[in-house]
């Protein structure tokens, strides 16, 4: 859908979001419209917040729907948008008054949550932002704009939004502008629709007895802002941050997935068996992401530094954690 040429209007605007594609639908909006206010929890030295308050937009901390509704109500907004939030609005809100999502998925395809995520992980071509119109209904409503960007064999979703960002940045402050005209999108196809789930940080550890395309999508599709895939060494949670399938890997007929294979102390890598091949891990962390604060990865090599070691939990691992703690006797219960 082409840009239009529309000059600055300054429509009163509202803007709703919560994650990281919030932070161009700010600067995309503010060029064009009078921001009144953002939806955004955190502190104040947060950057998106920091920047919403150096252009003389309110940040309101209240993301709940009464909170919105009251927002709404006091401010009088043209139009709101929402950019990152994982609430469903009730049905006579969205009605007030033009709502616009911005949806990083190919409508009708891909509607719900983590869905940048699942196109990794499920080997899709491209991933797109679709900017719609809100209806009553999961990311329903006319499509205002729609692009894709393609997905590499190596792009991670740290990359992904970044051009996604760029493009919401682009292409928002027209779509709203035309939803305040009366602009109803373009319907959407339902019988085109799927769905994806939610994800938790929990869904990203690594089953290293998965084909190695799995293990290695799991990586890229979990990189900064996520919390990342991970597995154990020992139990020591151990969190992957770049990996690759390890180049002209040698034949395995005898394989333990997890197992360490190889280890470059000058190259930084190790080599780990998977299902059906060698994944190659380059960087790791010991510690969880903190938002703001860098990744904080080091050399695969200088973490791992054993072929005896296998990545995993282990039960055995476990039952001797749980005997050193006393929570289990290490004699063996006699035969009765």
Do not use: K
């Not at 937009?57 to 939030?85: M, Y």
Request: glycine share 8%; net charge negative; hydrophobic share 45%.
């Amino acid at each position: 859908m082409p840009r239009s040429s529309m000059s600055s209007d300054r429509h009163p605007v509202v803007l709703i979001g919560l994650g990281p594609t919030t932070a161009t639908a700010l600067e995309a909006l503010a060029a064009r419209f009078e921001v009144r206010a953002l939806v955004r929890p955190g502190p104040g030295d947060e950057p998106t917040i920091a920047r919403a308050e150096r252009l003389g937009v309110s940040v309101e901390a209240d993301a709940s729907i009464a909170g919105i509704r009251a927002l709404t109500a006091r401010t009088s907004p043209d139009a709101v948008v929402v950019s990152s939030f994982d609430r469903i609005l009730p049905a006579d809100l969205v009605e007030s008054r033009p709502f616009v999502n911005v949806h990083y998925a190919p409508l009708p395809r891909y509607r719900g949550r983590a869905t940048v995520n699942w196109a990794i992980l499920n080997g899709e071509p491209e991933a797109a932002i679709s900017v719609h119109r809100l209806v009553p209904g999961l990311d329903a409503g006319g499509l205002l704009a729609q692009e894709t960007v393609e997905i590499g064999p190596r792009t991670t979703v740290t990359e992904l939004y970044n051009a996604l960002n760029a493009i919401q940045e682009r292409v928002l402050a027209d779509a709203v502008a035309r939803a305040i005209a009366g602009d109803p999108g373009l319907e959407q196809d339902e019988s085109r629709s799927s769905y994806a789930c939610t994800r938790i940080p929990a869904d990203g550890e690594i089953d290293w007895s998965a084909p190695t395309i799995d293990t290695d999508r799991l990586v890229r599709a979990l990189t900064a802002p996520f919390p990342g895939a991970f597995t154990w060494l020992g139990l020591e949670q151990l969190w992957i941050d770049a990996a690759e399938p390890a180049p002209a890997p040698s034949r395995w007929d005898g394989r333990v997935p997890g197992r360490v294979v190889a280890v470059s102390r000058d190259g930084g890598w190790i080599d780990v068996l998977t299902g059906d091949g060698v994944l190659r891990l380059h960087q790791v962390r010991r510690d969880q992401l903190v938002p703001g604060r860098g990744v904080g990865s080091v050399a695969a090599s200088s973490v791992v530094r054993s072929v005896h070691a296998t990545l995993g939990l282990s039960v055995g691992d476990l039952v001797a954690r749980l005997r050193a703690l006393g929570a289990l006797s290490s004699d063996t219960p006699s035969e009765r």
